[in-house]
């Protein structure tokens, strides 16, 4: 009974401690300095259109802030507008449960100078109001800092992906040839057997 009640006893404390060391967004600084091509309010092409993408550390922060960081993961995120009654797109404090960025772009040794990158908007990306974020990550892939292309309350340099509908100008063209064949079949039949009419008469 004793070895149960430790044991129970036990299991709490380290979901305790696991608890007590998950990363939230609230306690990274904004160290990284994040900047994209698209301008506040440009509409993309899913699977066309691309964003140019420079991050590097910010310089104000003390020397030594960027000891810990050994890799950056970027990744494009919702804008609160586009998590509206959508759960599965929440902003939730602690990382390991927050839904607002679920596309990455890339992620590549952190360097503090500039680091470009070009990234061709993905096929399946939905259509939504974006920003992008990038991590900072130590060693152990545990995210460290941050920087993002919007405010603090992402409502600034917003951009738009308008996504893949499945159609193609090339099965639209095929369409109407279809449709205009089957109209004209068919008053070619009407006016055929309105003839026939006539000379059996």
């Known amino acids: 009974m004793a070895t149960n009640a430790c044991l129970v006893v036990s299991l709490w404390i380290s979901c305790l401690l696991a608890t007590s ?9 904004r160290t990284i300095v994040l900047t994209a091509s698209p ?17 590097s550390l910010n310089t104000t922060f003390p020397s030594g802030t960027d000891s810990t960081y050994k890799d950056v993961t970027v990744e494009l995120c919702y804008a609160p507008i586009s998590q509206k009654d959508r759960g599965w797109r929440k902003t939730v ?15 590549k040794p952190y360097t503090s100078s500039n680091t470009t990158f070009t990234w061709t908007v993905r096929k399946d990306v939905p259509g939504a109001t974006y920003f992008v ?15 993002q292309t919007t405010d603090a309350h992402k409502t600034t ?3 738009e992906v308008e996504a893949i509908t499945g159609r193609h100008v090339s099965l639209d063209i095929a369409s109407a040839c279809f449709s205009a064949f089957s109209i004209l079949s068919l008053l070619g039949f009407f006016f055929m057997d309105k003839r026939k009419g006539k000379s059996s008469k």
Request: charged share 20%.
């Open 21 to 29: 060391h998950a990363t939230t967004f609230s306690s990274l600084q």
């Open 39 to 55: 301008q506040a309010g440009q509409v993309l092409k899913a699977g066309e259109d691309n964003i140019t993408l420079t991050w």
């Open 93 to 107: 404090d602690e990382l390991a449960k927050d839904k607002t960025c679920q596309h990455n772009i890339v992620k």
């Open 133 to 147: 974020r990038a991590y900072a990550l130590d060693s152990a892939g545990k995210e460290v800092a941050f920087g």
């Open 157 to 159: 340099n917003l951009f």
